[in-house]
């Protein structure tokens, strides 16, 4: 039994250019990733803000790693009130998960207006925030915003 089989060896060698170019693009993208800056200061999963004079643990992975001190007590602030309303919507919402396909569905989410110095909730419907906390209920966002009130 003979194949015969009709190749172009233009096309395999255009066919082995287009691949190499594809890794090398993809090797580009790899390449060009952000990453945070690193530093000796981490803050420990306390809330403690630490020294460490080396570059191997796994606090640079995470982008837990500072070049200050005083850069890494701002960010464990801001780290641990993030913390306390992701779990606060957590515990609130029981279980509830917003559905951001469902356009009828709303979404209650806090906002803090630094000149009046309070909370108040936008409502949405899409249009997913960045830090991707809701609420599912308008009560929920209320007492979270009691809860948080207490806390200042």
């Known amino acids: 039994m003979n194949i015969n089989i009709d190749v172009d060896l233009d096309d395999i060698e ?12 993809a090797q580009t993208k790899n390449d060009e990733k952000w990453k945070p800056k690193s530093g000796n200061f981490y803050i420990s999963s306390t809330g403690g803000v ?10 640079t992975g995470f982008g837990n790693r500072f070049e200050t001190e005083a850069e ?3 960010a ?15 515990e609130l919402n029981e279980g509830w998960e917003p559905n951001w396909n469902d356009l ?10 630094c000149r009046g110095e309070n909370f108040f909730i936008s409502v949405a419907h899409t249009g997913r925030q960045v830090c991707g906390i ?9 007492k979270a915003i009691k809860i948080l009130e207490q806390e200042e």
């Not at 630490?50 to 606090?59: G, K, P, T, V």
């Not at 809701?134 to 209320?142: D, I, L, P, R, T």
């Open 14 to 25: 255009h066919a082995i250019q287009t691949l190499n170019r594809l890794k090398e693009i």
């Open 50 to 59: 630490y020294f460490r004079n080396d570059s191997s643990s796994l606090e």
């Open 104 to 113: 009828s569905q709303p979404k209650y989410r806090l906002v803090y207006d």
């Open 134 to 142: 809701v609420f599912k209920s308008e009560e929920a966002a209320e």
């Open 72 to 74: 890494a007590k701002k």
């Open 76 to 90: 464990s602030k801001v780290y641990r009130k993030f913390h306390r309303l992701y779990k606060l919507a957590e």
